[in-house]
């Protein structure tokens, strides 16, 4: 990952040097959110010398800790089991203690619940501490490093943002440096530097995790995406989903920006590298100001060239193969963002009151993503439908989601991403829409069965979120979630094939 920054001034060299800088501070504290122990193991190794040693100390960078984030967290240094609540949390807390904790002292659970809170055992009680204290000594650096960079930019939407955002990362409320960002106009840089994703939370699904991305914004590429975001409200009322659960007033804006980085830190930089990204997760701000969405160039390009296509040679029918193309990859990703902003926000009947990530808890995330997944296919159809999109698409589309669902499952069988592709697989299997010939030991889609059977899958999973149904989520992943044997052969043939990419990131400063 290559960039140039000698043709930048060197003020911008300046405040791309700070917001790096301060994005390290925040990997370094995401590495106490997530896997504590494992900074003790990196530090050790990185005292020895020999190759084990390195080959260890890498894949301790590159997972964050010791848990391999594409094995299902097995330890790969000794024989602990990651905690499921990861650093958040008491090591040994039970869902069901902090659960029963909760339910006896009402009043400290707004505190305890925090996305921006861990919670420790104190006098045999729970107790909260804020990030910003719990992680002081990054987070305080970190943030007169963004005030640093907001002296140095001329572009007076992103200086408010970058002030606002040192003043959150010092008290935990993001709300306001949220809306900030989502109102920068006319940067060619764009940062992401918050606690966002709940992934690590395998205990609650509470507790965001710091994610860094310092963004070089590819205007020409942003502008061809970004009037997919202008039909929001018509996805919405597109949606396979009784007409009482639709946002149609909802003012939805969801600006969609083609970026490059030049760094990333925390949760994204390790284990599986995102390629795109809808923030912020506030529901407060994505109720009240909508969404903005990211996708990463570089790793998309990297991600097809390097994985989805040796994926399809290996995998895909012979006369289907054609059909996997950057192009639909990129399409896939974009209506998957897209559809993270359609949908339920709260459980209905609530009063906006329950949000479904708190109805759905620790399964949300993988309903969420599989939500996305097939809304987003079923949205797809809608602008072909429309003439928006050439219908060649239609078998493009579908392909190319295929192959790609093969990518993903491989991570693991409970990674929220790879959980939901598991089940759109499963599902779209059962339903006749995606085929396996025992013969050729190849994978196609059923052009026919494909759109309605999409179509099913979204509004189960729609209705799961509208009704906040934690009982009928499960049932839908045990019944959904198998690895099947003809599943389990497929992926053993791709052993070829690299699991994802290592982002190697060289910038030239001036
Ligand atoms: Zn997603």
Partial sequence: MKFDARGLSQQTNE????????????????????????IAIRDSLGRQDGDLSNKLLRLVERNGGPYDKMDDFTNFVNNNPKPPGSGFYPADLTKEEFEGYLARYMHRSKALMSPYTVVRRDNGGLKAIPFHEEYARYVVPAAELLKKASRLTDN???????????????????????????EVVDSDIDLLMAPDEVYDDGLM???ASYEVSVMLKDSAASAKVDFFGSYLNELEMNLPIDEKYKRPSAILKSPMYVVNDIFRGGDIATGYQAVATTLPNDPIVRNTKGTKIIFWKNMMVARVEKIILPIAYELISSDQIGFVTTQGVFSNTIMHELCHSVGPIYVHGTGETISVNEALKEHYTTIEEAKADAAGLHSMRYFIRKGILGKEMEQIHAVSALASIFRTIRFSTTEAHAKASLCALNYLRNANAIRFDQNTKRWSVIFDRFGPAVADLAGELLLLEATGDFEGTEKFLNRWSVMSVDVEQSLRRLNHVPVDIEPVYDVKWK
């Fill in 15 to 38: 405040m791309l040097k700070a917001l790096t800088e301060a994005g390290q501070l925040l990997h370094e504290a995401y590495l106490y959110q997530y896997a504590p122990e494992g």
């Fill in 156 to 182: 007076v939407s992103f200086k408010k943002f970058l002030e606002l955002r040192a003043e959150a990362l010092l008290t935990d409320d993001y709300t306001e440096s949220h809306l900030a960002w989502l």
């Fill in 205 to 207: 699904g509470l507790k």
